[in-house]
C-alpha cells in the first residue's frame, strides 16, 4: 500500500537559520498536503499541492512537489520561534489521507 | 459555526471495556477519519469513510469498529480496550474526494489502565 516517508524526524533550529523537510511517497500521488500541529494541539492544514513541479510560497514557508508527484519539500526561511511544531506532510491517494510521521522542529532562541 | 467536535476529551478506562470515542461535524462533509497518534509514529489511520453507511480499513483497523448512520457522526468503538490503545486520537473530515483539505477535532486522550 500506499506509505509515505518523511525526513528527518526531529529539527533543532537555532532561530533566525533556515531548514528543510523532506516527503517521499511510494506511490504517485494525486496531490500532497502540508499540516502544522503546535504541542498540545491538532493539526492544521497549510497547503496542498496538485501539479507536477508545483512550488508555493506562504511568508517564509516554501513548499514545493517533485515532478513526479511522488516527493516534496518544506523549507523555512528565518526560523521563527513561532515555527515550533511538527510539520506533516500527507499524500492524497483519492481522498485516502495517508500522514507522513512527521518532522518535529524545535527552535533555540 | 461548531465545525468539528470530538467527546470525550479524556478518557480513563480498563483493560477490557468497551468504550466509545464520539466525533460530530456540522459541515456535511463526505469523508470523515479516524486517526491514532503515538510517539514516533505521527498519526496512522484507522478507518474512513467515504459516505453515511460507506466505511473502510485504514492502516490499524483491528480491535476498532466504526459506523456511520448519519453524514456528520462518525463514532469510533473499542471493542474491548487494550493498554496498546492508549493514545491520542483524532477525528478529521474532508468535503469530497477532490476538495481534501482535511479539519480536525481537539482530539481524545484516551488511557487504558
Known amino acids: 500500500g500506499q506509505q509515505v516517508m518523511q525526513i528527518p524526524q526531529y529539527q533543532h533550529v537555532q532561530e533566525g537559520e533556515d531548514f528543510t523537510t523532506y516527503c517521499n511517497s511510494s506511490?504517485?500521488?494525486?496531490?500532497i498536503q502540508w499540516y502544522k500541529q503546535r504541542p498540545g494541539g491538532h493539526p492544521v492544514f497549510l497547503i496542498q499541492l496538485v501539479k507536477s513541479g508545483e512550488v508555493k510560497k506562504q511568508k517564509r514557508l516554501t513548499f514545493q512537489f517533485g515532478e513526479a508527484k511522488k516527493n516534496s519539500s518544506l523549507h523555512i526561511t528565518a526560523t521563527q520561534t513561532t515555527d515550533v511544531g511538527t510539520y506533516f506532510c500527507?499524500?492524497?491517494?483519492?481522498?485516502?489521507?495517508?500522514f507522513g510521521a512527521g518532522t518535529q522542529v524545535v527552535v533555540t532562541p | 459555526d461548531a465545525g468539528i467536535t470530538q467527546s470525550p476529551r479524556y478518557k480513563i478506562t480498563e483493560t477490557g471495556r468497551q468504550v466509545t470515542l464520539m466525533c460530530h461535524q456540522t459541515?456535511?462533509?463526505?469523508?470523515m477519519f479516524w486517526y491514532r497518534q503515538d510517539l514516533g509514529h505521527g498519526l496512522r489511520l484507522i478507518y474512513y469513510?467515504?459516505?453515511?453507511?460507506?466505511?473502510d480499513k485504514g492502516e490499524v483497523p483491528d480491535g476498532y469498529v466504526v459506523s456511520r448512520s448519519k453524514t456528520e457522526n462518525f463514532p469510533l468503538t473499542l471493542e474491548s480496550a487494550t493498554r496498546s490503545q492508549t493514545s491520542v486520537y483524532f477525528c478529521?473530515?474532508?468535503?469530497?474526494?477532490?476538495?481534501?483539505?482535511?479539519?480536525f477535532g481537539q482530539g481524545t486522550r484516551l488511557t487504558v489502565v
Open positions: 506511490t504517485t500521488l494525486s496531490n
Open positions: 459541515w456535511s462533509h463526505s469523508y
Open positions: 469513510s467515504a459516505a453515511a453507511d460507506i466505511t
Open positions: 500527507v499524500g492524497d491517494s483519492w481522498g485516502k489521507l495517508q
Open positions: 478529521a473530515s474532508t468535503r469530497d474526494r477532490m476538495n481534501t483539505e482535511a479539519f
